[in-house]
C-alpha cells in the first residue's frame, strides 16, 4: 500500500508570512493524484489543492501552491500570506487509479497555528 | 448546498451495543468511503465501497461491516461497541481519481 509521511505535527506561522508543509510518499506507480485537505475546527473537510502525476506543472490555488518533485517523491504546500483562518489541520493524500474505488490514503496531517 | 450527510454529529453508545452511522450523499456518486480519524494518526479507511451492495474492507476493516443497498447511502456498522472504537468517523464520496471527495461533517462517537 502507498504510504504518506508528513514529518511536520505542528507548524506555526505569523499572519501575512509565508509557511511551506511538507509530504513525501512512497510509491511503485507512475500515475497517481496528490492533494491537500484543510480541516478547520469546524471539521468539514475542504480540497485546497490536487495535482496529477503526469503533469509537470506544479498546482496553483490563489495563495496556494505547490512544489511538486516526482523523481524524489515529495509534495509541499506553500501557503502565502498567511491568514487567521488558514488555521487548521493540514492533510497530504495520495489516490492512485489502479485502486479500486479511489480510495485516499491520507497522511497523519500537520497541525497549521496562525498568530496575529 | 450540503452534498454529504451523515446522520448524527456525536453519539454516545455503551459498550457491547450495535451502532449504526449512516451516511448520504446528493451527487450520484458510484464511490462511498468510511475513515476513522484519531489524534496523531490521521485518517484511515475502514470501508469502501464502488457501487450498489459491492463493498471492499480498507486498512482496519476489524470490528465493523458496512451496508450499501442504494447509490446515496452508505451505513458503517459497529456490531458489538467497544471502547477502543471511540474515535472520529467521517464519510466521503467521489466519482472519478482525479476528482474530489467530498466529506460529511463528521460523527464523534464515544463508546463508555
Known amino acids: 500500500a502507498q504510504t504518506v509521511t508528513q514529518s511536520q505535527p505542528e507548524m506555526s506561522v505569523q499572519e501575512a508570512e509565508t509557511v511551506t508543509l511538507s509530504c513525501t510518499y512512497d510509491?511503485?506507480?507512475?500515475?497517481?493524484?496528490l492533494f491537500w485537505y484543510k480541516q478547520p475546527p469546524s471539521r468539514q473537510m475542504i480540497l485546497v489543492i490536487r495535482?496529477?502525476?503526469?503533469?509537470?506543472q506544479n498546482a496553483t490555488e490563489n495563495r496556494f501552491s505547490v512544489n511538486f518533485q516526482k523523481a524524489a517523491k515529495s509534495f509541499s504546500l506553500k501557503i502565502s500570506d498567511s491568514q487567521l483562518g488558514d488555521a487548521a489541520m493540514y492533510f497530504c493524500?495520495?489516490?492512485?487509479?489502479?485502486?479500486?474505488?479511489?480510495?485516499?490514503?491520507f497522511g497523519k496531517g500537520t497541525s497549521l497555528l496562525v498568530t496575529p | 448546498d450540503v452534498k454529504v450527510t451523515q446522520s448524527s454529529r456525536y453519539l454516545v453508545k455503551r459498550t457491547g451495543e450495535k451502532v449504526f452511522l449512516e451516511c448520504v450523499q446528493d451527487m450520484d456518486h458510484e464511490n462511498m468511503f468510511w475513515y476513522r480519524q484519531d489524534p496523531g494518526l490521521g485518517l484511515r479507511l475502514i470501508y469502501f465501497s464502488y457501487d450498489v451492495k459491492m463493498k471492499e474492507k480498507g486498512d482496519i476493516p476489524e470490528g465493523y461491516s458496512v451496508s450499501r443497498e442504494k447509490k446515496e447511502r452508505f451505513s458503517l456498522i459497529l456490531e458489538s461497541a467497544s471502547t477502543n472504537q471511540t474515535s472520529m468517523y467521517l464519510c466521503?464520496?467521489?466519482?472519478?481519481?482525479?476528482?474530489?471527495?467530498?466529506f460529511g461533517q463528521g460523527t464523534r462517537l464515544t463508546v463508555v
Open positions: 495535482q496529477e502525476a503526469y503533469k509537470q
Open positions: 510509491t511503485s506507480e507512475s500515475d497517481y493524484y
Open positions: 493524500a495520495y489516490r492512485s487509479p489502479s485502486n479500486s474505488g479511489y480510495a485516499l490514503n
Open positions: 466521503a464520496s467521489s466519482t472519478g481519481p482525479y476528482t474530489e471527495a467530498f
